[in-house]
C-alpha cells in the first residue's frame, strides 16, 4: 500500500473515533445536564419507590455512564476491525 492510501485510512480511523466519541460526549453532557435541570420536575415520578431525580443522581445515572463506556469499548472494536484495504 503506498503513503496516500496508508494517510487515507489512517483519516478514516480518527474520523470515524471522533465521530464516536463526540457523539457519546454528547449523550453523558446532556444526560447530567438534563437529570440535573429537571430535578424538581422529575421529583414528582417515582419509581420502585424512590423520586425519580434521586434515583437517577443515585442509580440511573451510573449505570448510564457504564452502558457509555459499553458503547465506546464496543464501537472502537468495530472500528478497529474494518477493512483497511490491505
Same mark, same amino acid.
Given at each position: 500500500?503506498?503513503?496516500?492510501?496508508?494517510?487515507?485510512?489512517?483519516?478514516?480511523?480518527?474520523? #470515524?473515533?471522533?465521530?464516536?466519541?463526540?457523539?457519546?460526549?454528547?449523550?453523558? *453532557?446532556?444526560?447530567?445536564?438534563?437529570?440535573?435541570?429537571?430535578?424538581?420536575?422529575?421529583?414528582?415520578?417515582?419509581?420502585?419507590?424512590?423520586?425519580?431525580?434521586?434515583?437517577? *443522581?443515585?442509580?440511573?445515572?451510573?449505570?448510564?455512564?457504564?452502558?457509555?463506556?459499553?458503547?465506546?469499548?464496543?464501537?472502537?472494536?468495530?472500528?478497529?476491525?474494518?477493512?483497511?484495504? #490491505?
Amino acid at each position: 500500500m503506498n503513503d496516500t492510501g496508508e494517510i487515507t485510512v489512517s483519516r478514516q480511523y480518527w474520523r #470515524h473515533t471522533r465521530r464516536l466519541t463526540v457523539g457519546l460526549l454528547s449523550c453523558w *453532557a446532556l444526560l447530567c445536564f438534563c437529570v440535573l435541570f429537571f430535578a424538581r420536575e422529575l421529583s414528582g415520578w417515582t419509581f420502585f419507590g424512590w423520586p425519580f431525580s434521586f434515583y437517577m *443522581a443515585a442509580q440511573g445515572l451510573t449505570l448510564s455512564f457504564v452502558l457509555i463506556i459499553a458503547i465506546y469499548s464496543l464501537g472502537m472494536r468495530w472500528i478497529g476491525r474494518k477493512p483497511t484495504g #490491505h
